[in-house]
């Protein structure tokens, strides 16, 4: 038997680019983005989804929700193996400003070495992410599950499943409100699909 996981990016926040939000208190989604969670959820409604999973962060409880209420399902189960990097003293600065720093730059051409100042290392975030998978495709074999979170945190699952490495992050695109599709069974797992967005 195999598990199929929907990996949903959150929906949009209003300052979406303008700022690393990571794991700052109160974005949540603005009008848009609820527009953009709620087409989501109709497309997940397709599906005959058994669970749904998030991210504490608030945009990701959001889009959560809005995915079981029309799944007609009991509301998501917040695990901290969805949460969003921890990004340490980056949080909250504008990405104009961090693209002239040097650490964030070797952030970004090494993340399979790099931390965040005072945060977490994507090492970690892969584990984490990929410890949960685990667990849940051992216990719920046949079943359809939806896990929300962040970029990054897909990216890492999907990295580990291609056989890739953590530095080739930006050679994916997990775009806000998307749906990414891993299959995991006994022989391993698979990417079924990649970045769907719903138009």
């Known amino acids: 038997m195999t598990t199929t996981f929907f990996l949903v990016r959150h929906a949009a926040h209003d300052n979406l680019g303008s700022f690393l939000a990571g ?20 497309r997940l409604a397709r599906e005959k989804i058994d669970e749904v999973y998030t991210s504490p962060q608030e945009r990701t ?4 929700a809005a995915i079981a209420t029309a799944c007609a399902l009991d509301p998501p189960q917040v695990h901290t193996a969805l949460d969003e990097v921890d990004f340490g003293s ?10 002239g720093d040097q650490r964030w730059q070797h952030w970004n051409a090494l993340r399979s070495l790099g931390r965040a100042p005072g945060g977490e290392r994507m090492l970690d975030v892969q584990h984490r992410v990929l410890g949960l998978i685990e667990t849940l495709a051992g216990n719920k074999s046949g079943r359809k599950i939806v896990l929300v979170s962040h970029s990054d945190v897909i990216k890492a699952a999907v990295t580990y499943v291609l056989g890739s490495s953590l530095d080739a992050w930006a050679r994916l695109d997990v775009a806000p409100g998307s749906l990414t599709v891993l299959v995991a069974g006994d022989w391993g797992a698979k990417i079924a699909a990649l970045n769907e967005v719903v138009p």
């Open 90 to 99: 980056w949080t909250g600065r504008r990405f104009d400003d961090l693209n």
């Open 61 to 64: 409880r959001q889009t959560a």
């Open 23 to 42: 794991r700052m208190c109160g974005i949540g989604l603005g009008a848009a983005g609820q527009e953009q969670a709620a087409r989501l959820a109709k």
